[in-house]
């Protein structure tokens, strides 16, 4: 690991209230999107903190972007 991994090339729109954390059945708005070269997902706050080593370990970047829409 010598922390090289390159920035894919996408840009994403902000996340909005529309957009709802992608853990099963979980009704939370996403604050925390996770991506790669070929995926994305988005989290609550709460499922960033569940998932964030593992997404990290698997490569997926991420931005957080918490606005205050509860
Ligand atoms: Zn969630």
């Known amino acids: 690991m010598d922390g090289s ?3 894919p090339d996408i840009t994403y729109p902000p996340l909005t ?3 709802r954390c992608d853990a099963l059945g979980c009704p939370a708005a996403a604050s925390v999107r996770f991506f790669n070269a070929v995926s994305d997902l988005v ?3 709460h ?6 080593a593992g997404m990290v370990s698997a490569g997926f970047l991420y931005y957080e972007d918490s606005r205050d829409w509860l």
Request: aromatic share 14%; hydrophobic share 5%.
């Open 5 to 7: 991994a390159e920035k």
């Open 17 to 19: 209230r529309t957009d």
């Open 43 to 45: 989290y609550c706050s």
């Open 47 to 52: 499922h960033c903190n569940t998932y964030e």
